[in-house]
């Protein structure tokens, strides 16, 4: 249950706003512990199909942006805050409560690894001056633009399948999460109810159900301890009427 308490207790930690899109695209509970447990900026940090990127939180803006993506995108660094009573509640001088949060000397980016890729080339901005990751000892110069670039190994991974699989029986919903959780999934196919369908752990820290349904287009999310997850493994998200974000699986008339 300690993770559960972490990942609980993150909707708190990070203090910034993400979008729907944005937060829930990497959010999970490994990739959360993998965050919390760093102790300082350090190399990028990868986990499954996902790096964290950390800077120093002194600086004042950091940005970074791919080669893959002809550097024409800047994704910006965000603070990491956490609340002084997650570890122990620390008295400043002259104070008579806790601070609400203190510093983690952390800022960072979670950036989902195209499939496939092998490596990554990119560059930060750091305070307005383009530069190659300081954390990072790994660079190239690329010889045509002679500019020189940090440079990321990514091994071997384990893709996981989209988890929404058309069987003769129905289609296989998929979740992964710390063991003895009570996780159900609901989507357009039964009127968003987060009871009607239970899914079961098996095994360990793996929840499934199959739900039988006819062809067509549906959207769904997973509900867990009252919270709404999107499913990380299935790229194609929507925002439903209520402005949440939810996955999208089409069932092909071939498939049942």
Do not use: C
Not at 15 to 22: L, M
Not at 68 to 75: Q, R
Not at 172 to 196: I, K, L, Y
Request: glycine letters at 8%; charged letters at 20%.
């Amino acid at each position: 249950m300690k993770t559960i308490r972490k990942f609980v207790l993150f909707i708190v930690i990070v203090s910034f706003s993400f979008t729907a899109a944005n937060s829930e695209d990497w959010e999970s509970n490994e990739l959360i512990n993998l965050l919390l447990s760093l102790q300082r900026p350090s190399e990028p940090a990868i986990h499954e199909n996902f790096v964290i990127f950390t800077a120093d939180s002194g600086l004042r803006r950091v940005g970074i942006a791919f080669a893959h993506e002809f550097f024409g995108k800047t994704y910006w660094f965000r603070p990491l805050h956490i609340p002084q009573d997650y570890f122990n509640p620390i008295l400043l001088p002259g104070e008579k409560t806790p601070s609400e949060y203190k510093d983690s000397g952390i800022q960072f980016h979670v950036y989902r690894i195209p499939d496939h890729m092998r490596e990554l080339e990119y560059r930060l901005i750091i305070n307005g001056l383009w530069t190659t990751d300081p954390a990072n000892p790994l660079s190239r110069r690329d010889p045509a633009s002679g500019l020189t670039m940090s440079l990321l190994h990514i091994p071997p991974r384990t893709i996981r399948p989209n988890p929404l699989n058309g069987l003769p029986e129905g289609l296989v919903f998929q979740f992964w999460g710390p063991s003895g959780e009570t996780v159900t999934v609901a989507g357009s196919f039964n009127g968003w109810d987060p009871f009607m369908y239970e899914l079961r752990e098996g095994p360990a820290g793996v929840y499934s159900v199959t739900i039988p349904l006819p062809p067509g287009t549906y959207q769904y999310v997973f509900f867990n301890r009252g919270r709404r997850f999107t499913d990380p493994y299935n790229p194609d998200r929507i925002y439903t009427r209520d402005g949440n974000a939810a996955n999208v699986i089409v069932v092909p008339p071939s498939a049942l």
